[in-house]
């Protein structure tokens, strides 16, 4: 079955009423899994809005409301750490990390960061995007990593997508507002799917332009579904 995560990022603006609401959506939909962000100031220093983004990181202070509200909903969380110690706080309540492309950028090459280093000896499974394939990487053989191929522009457009190597990754992370760009990774084999989502498209979220809404999503996720169980009788056929 593939593993369809629900990115909420910053989507939930700081408002926790709010946060339940997408997780019971993303939940209700037939998502796996929700995720959030976890950043400090410095992560956002430079970005205008800083202050209002620091309203919807993952915290020592708020965590244990997100992980209260993911236990009653019944529905896994996880979290992208963007800074060393923020893993110390989030490993007691997640089963899986995840990390984005821009911070996974060194594993390509062999090399470590203090992050990926605090995240490799998490104990924990890694999900980690990138553009490039990751086999010729040493932490290609690494058992508790699974890369996801993603194009990290916000939108991606159709034309940016290569799936040519896509054998080479173990999922695909959405950053198009076409639900084409998902539902093709199923089809290809994907086993683990991440979807922005979002709770009104109207509004001036920060990740809207790449979010999918409870309608959107209720459809791709069945979609999705469906992607399962052809693909499931087609390889029925070829045992026969």
Same mark, same amino acid.
């Given at each position: 079955?593939?593993?369809?995560?629900?990115?909420?990022?910053?989507?939930?603006?700081?408002?926790?009423?709010?946060?339940?609401?997408?997780?019971?959506?993303?939940?209700?939909?037939?998502?796996?899994?929700?995720?959030?962000?976890?950043?400090?100031?410095?992560?956002?220093?430079?970005?205008?809005?800083?202050?209002?983004?620091?309203?919807?990181?993952?915290?020592?202070?708020?965590?244990?409301?997100?992980?209260?509200?993911?236990?009653?909903?019944?529905?896994?969380?996880?979290?992208?750490?963007?800074?060393?110690?923020?893993?110390?706080?989030?490993?007691?309540?997640? +089963?899986?990390?995840?990390?984005?492309?821009?911070?996974?950028?060194?594993?390509?090459?062999?090399?470590?960061?203090?992050?990926?280093?605090?995240?490799?000896?998490? +104990?924990?499974?890694?999900?980690?995007?990138?553009?490039?394939?990751?086999?010729?990487?040493?932490?290609?053989?690494?058992?508790?990593?699974?890369?996801?191929?993603?194009?990290?522009?916000?939108?991606?457009?159709?034309?940016?997508?290569?799936?040519?190597?896509?054998?080479?990754?173990?999922?695909?992370?959405?950053?198009?507002?076409?639900?084409?760009?998902?539902?093709?990774?199923?089809?290809? +084999?994907?086993?683990?799917?991440?979807?922005?989502?979002?709770?009104?498209?109207?509004?001036?979220?920060?990740?809207?332009n790449v979010s999918f809404d409870n309608n959107e999503l209720e459809k791709l996720v069945d979609m999705i579904r469906s992607t399962e169980r052809i693909t499931r009788h087609h390889?029925?056929?070829?045992?026969?």
């Open positions: 079955m593939v593993f369809i995560v629900a990115e909420i990022g910053v989507n939930w603006d700081g408002d926790f009423q709010l946060m339940e609401k997408m997780i019971q959506s993303a939940k209700s939909a037939g998502c796996n899994a929700v995720k959030f962000q976890a950043y400090n100031l410095q992560n956002v220093k430079d970005h205008p809005e800083r202050k209002r983004l620091l309203k919807s990181a993952i915290t020592e202070s708020n965590i244990e409301t997100v992980d209260s509200l993911a236990k009653k909903i019944g529905i896994e969380w996880f979290c992208t750490p963007m800074y060393p110690e923020s893993v110390d706080f989030l490993n007691p309540y997640l +089963g899986r990390l995840k990390v984005r492309e821009i911070d996974g950028r060194p594993l390509i090459q062999n090399k470590l960061t203090p992050l990926l280093e605090k995240i490799l000896n998490s +104990g924990k499974e890694i999900i980690i995007s990138s553009q490039v394939s990751p086999i010729t990487s040493e932490y290609y053989k690494n058992s508790s990593i699974r890369w996801l191929y993603c194009v990290p522009k916000y939108p991606c457009s159709l034309e940016m997508l290569n799936f040519e190597n896509f054998q080479d990754f173990d999922g695909y992370s959405n950053h198009t507002p076409d639900a084409i760009a998902p539902l093709t990774a199923s089809i290809l +084999g994907a086993r683990i799917i991440e979807i922005h989502i979002t709770s009104d498209k109207t509004k001036n979220y920060f990740d809207n390889s029925d056929i070829r045992k026969i």
